[in-house]
T-cell receptor, first 113, second 114 residues
Framework: GESVGLHLPTLSVQEGDNSIINCAYSNSASDYFIWYKQESGKGPQFIIDIRSNMDKRQGQRVTVLLNKTVKHLSLQIAATQPGDSAVYFCAENKGNNFNKFYFGSGTKLNVKP | NAGVTQTPKFQVLKTGQSMTLQCAQDMNHEYMSWYRQDPGMGLRLIHY???????DQGEVPNGYNVSRSTTEDFPLRLLSAAPSQTSVYFC?????????????FGDGTRLSIL
């Protein structure tokens, strides 16, 4: 089976509930952040991004919140569906390295029907 | 559009063998990169390229070579495979090196070194 997902924190939610996945980033100079979704056997898929001049950004069923004071990022998924089951991880871009990202290890979301 | 295509999807090698992981994108993206993904760890950058003929090292470049002769292709070479290189390898691209843009990933090559 797919080795990605082992040793990761897991969040289990009931279908229809809201999910909140958290990420702490390391560099106060980071000014661009992305959330990715990775399904088993697949590559990471872009979900939503946010720049450091924003605190909140909304997409379809997803919201990203950025708290620069404590260097914390969260992803909120509304009305979680079984198809949302995957590993979610954040990525930060450290200032002048425009396309050199640093990735978190991820959280596994398990949606129970 | 196929996006980012990686081949092969799976590969088993013996220690000391060499091989090339292929990556191609059809989106005319300037920036391409290679990452490895190990259990419990985030993606780590191996090498990247900001355009044809230009490559640079990332976080974990040892044991890997790259070249970028065309905009579309960015192969990753293992010259002498070691068990520590057992991993899942992802290629990614983005339209421009300038500005903040998400990277588009392929579906990976799962490599085992015996």
């Amino acid at each position: 089976g797919e080795s990605v997902g082992l040793h990761l924190p897991t969040l289990s939610v009931q279908e229809g509930d809201n999910s909140i996945i958290n990420c702490a980033y390391s560099n106060s100079a980071s000014d661009y952040f992305i959330w990715y979704k990775q399904e088993s056997g697949k590559g990471p898929q872009f979900i939503i991004d946010i720049r450091s001049n924003m605190d909140k950004r909304q997409g379809q069923r997803v919201t990203v919140l950025l708290n620069k004071t404590v260097k914390h990022l969260s992803l909120q998924i509304a009305a979680t569906q079984p198809g949302d089951s995957a590993v979610y991880f954040c990525a930060e871009n450290k200032g002048n390295n425009f396309n050199k990202f640093y990735f978190g290890s991820g959280t596994k979301l398990n949606v129970k029907p | 559009n196929a996006g980012v295509t990686q081949t092969p999807k799976f590969q088993v090698l013996k220690t000391g063998q060499s091989m090339t992981l292929q990556c191609a994108q059809d989106m005319n993206h300037e920036y391409m990169s290679w990452y490895r993904q190990d259990p419990g760890m985030g993606l780590r950058l191996i090498h990247y390229s900001v355009g044809a003929g230009i490559t640079d090292q990332g976080e974990v470049p040892n044991g890997y070579n790259v070249s970028r002769s065309t905009t579309e292709d960015f192969p990753l070479r293992l010259l002498s495979a070691a068990p520590s290189q057992t991993s899942v390898y992802f290629c990614a691209s983005s339209y421009s090196i300038w500005g903040h843009q998400p990277q588009h990933f392929g579906d990976g090559t799962r490599l085992s070194i015996l």
